[in-house]
């Protein structure tokens, strides 16, 4: 099956002209509760394993498709964030999760250890660490910082981090433009691109609209609410560098940041680069075909 996220990616390279060029996509669908998920979505649940959103998105750009819920997201941030766990829930998610694994393993895998709750991140706690006296929600040891300076300013941080909230998804799919088991049109595309990429998309889309593109960028959950989240909820597209989670977990490399649309954007942008290809060499830009 050629599905139509696979024909527009295609159209997106061959526009760019360099030959083996490969930009990573990840599409991502939700599934809001009461909405019917198509049985090809629901056999890539994982049962066994927790996978965070960043991962998803980094495994699935590779050609592994996951779909995330509420039962097998590995980062309790990212739960948040794409709408699977309200974010005043006081009782942490039960068994493990990758995210509080790392938490548990640096504070000694102590057998009294108890992960946060989704409201310890809304209220501060674990990304203001060293401030609230909570070392076991550290994830470098004793001199771990924490990601904010304080549990105020980490509040502050995580109250203009986009979320869909109340919570109200059951599933979210991440997948690329290789899986064919179901022509399903994403609600959101991100790619995973070098800046001389990401200088070429800015110009195609300012060819074709003649506006800008805006960059709202936190310091950690980047994947789920900047790239995925903001570009869903606002219906316009974002830029951001990937958080610690992204780089350390995910393993993102270090020459790439992230551009997330909403897919009517996406579609936008492919025509916009076959139409300006004249007006923009990308082949001829340095390091374009390295």
């Not at 998309?201 to 989240?229: C, H, P, W």
């Not at 951001?240 to 490399?253: D, K, M, N, P, W």
């Amino acid at each position: 099956m050629t599905t139509k996220i696979k024909v527009l990616y295609d159209k997106l390279i061959a526009a760019m002209g360099v030959e083996g060029l490969e930009i990573p996509l990840t599409a991502v669908k939700f599934f809001p509760k009461g909405v019917e998920v198509p049985q090809a979505v629901k056999d890539c649940m994982l049962a066994d394993i927790t996978v965070t959103s960043c991962q998803a998105t980094k495994q699935s750009s590779l050609g592994d498709a996951v779909c995330l819920t509420r039962q097998n997201v590995g980062c309790i941030a990212a739960s948040i964030s794409l709408g699977l766990v309200g974010e005043h829930e006081e009782k942490p998610l039960p068994g493990p999760r990758i995210y509080t694994d790392i938490m548990k393993d640096q504070a000694g895998g102590e057998l009294s250890f108890t992960p946060p709750s989704p409201e310890e991140f809304t209220q501060g706690i674990v990304y203001g660490c060293r401030d609230a006296g909570r070392p076991d929600y550290a994830l470098f040891g004793k001199d771990d910082t924490g990601r904010f300076k304080d549990v105020a300013t980490a509040k502050k941080a995580v109250s203009e981090m986009t979320a869909i909230q109340p919570a109200n998804m059951q599933a979210v799919f991440f997948y690329s433009q290789e899986f064919d088991d179901i022509d399903l049109e994403p609600d959101v595309v991100t790619l995973s691109v070098r800046p001389v990429e990401l200088a070429r998309i800015v110009q195609a889309y300012s060819f074709k609209t003649g506006e800008r593109i805006e960059s709202s960028m936190g310091a950690v959950r980047v994947v789920n609410s900047d790239l995925i989240v903001r570009p869903y909820l606002s219906q316009k597209i974002n830029i951001s560098t990937y958080c610690v989670g992204a780089r350390l977990i995910a393993q993102f490399e270090a020459d790439r940041l992230g551009i997330g649309m909403p897919f009517t954007e996406f579609e936008v942008i492919v025509d916009a680069m076959q139409e300006s290809k004249g007006g923009y060499p990308f082949h001829l830009y340095p390091g374009a075909a390295e």
